[in-house]
């Protein structure tokens, strides 16, 4: 098991601390918040919801990291980590349920992926999903893993045109080489959407090109969510020198 990296921040009057899920009742606190997110907020349809905690097959074989405020111990953050050996105990990644990833086949003994990240609305200024990178970053680099994939998704409250018009600004700035391209199972309609409405880019998408992510193709529509998702991808080579000094003090 992994040592528990713990670290503090301050922001405004709030310490934050981070920390890995040890216990069944951790990671419980961790698929609590993200009920709160995704199927209250986001309204998301989530299966088996009478426990009011936000549950699949992939999170008894993740890591998770949680952000906590010091002072009430309440978990405000969370991310999972699914590494490569444990995706392959699950038969797949979870990105795989929206992607083709075939042509990510050769990177995958060194691709870890990250998801079900989500923020409690009162501590969105920017601190807490700063301490989950940190952790994500730290992770990597301690594991030797040399790629970072995970879905990135954007609301479709507004019919899709928002992520329609993301997508078409991202593809000509951080589109990923032609042999990592991966290809939607549920396509985003882009055709039939405006593409050229005014952007919105949500902060987790902003910390991935931060990074110096690649986005690897067309975005997947995930009904369930009412989301549509980019593929990410972070090739640790390749990461933002500024946020590699920040995070690893390189």
Known sequence: MLQQQTQFIQQEKQQLVLSYARTESEVREAQRLRYKIFAEEMQARLPGTDS?????????????????????????????????????????????????????????????????????????????????????????????????????????????????????????????????RVFPRCALPLASLDGDAEVYLPPLIKGYLRLGAYVCGDPAWDPDFNTADLLMLLPMSKMNPRYARHFLGK
Request: glycine content about 8%; hydrophobic content about 40%; charged content about 20%.
């Open 52 to 180: 009011r905690l936000d549950v699949d097959k992939y999170d008894a074989h993740c890591e998770h990291l949680l952000v906590r405020d010091a002072g009430t111990n309440e978990v405000v953050g969370t991310y999972r980590i699914l590494t490569p050996s444990q995706a392959k105990k699950m038969g797949g990644y979870y990105a795989e349920t929206e992607f083709d990833l075939d042509r990510l086949v050769n990177l995958q003994s060194n691709m870890v992926e990250v998801g079900r990240s989500c923020v409690h609305a009162d501590y969105r200024s920017g601190g807490v999903i700063a301490l989950l990178w940190s952790g994500l970053a730290h992770y990597m680099q301690k594991n030797r893993f040399d790629y970072l994939v995970g879905c990135a998704s954007i609301s479709m409250i507004d019919g899709g045109h928002n992520a329609a018009s993301i997508y078409n600004k991202l593809k000509v700035a951080s589109m990923c080489p032609a042999e990592w």
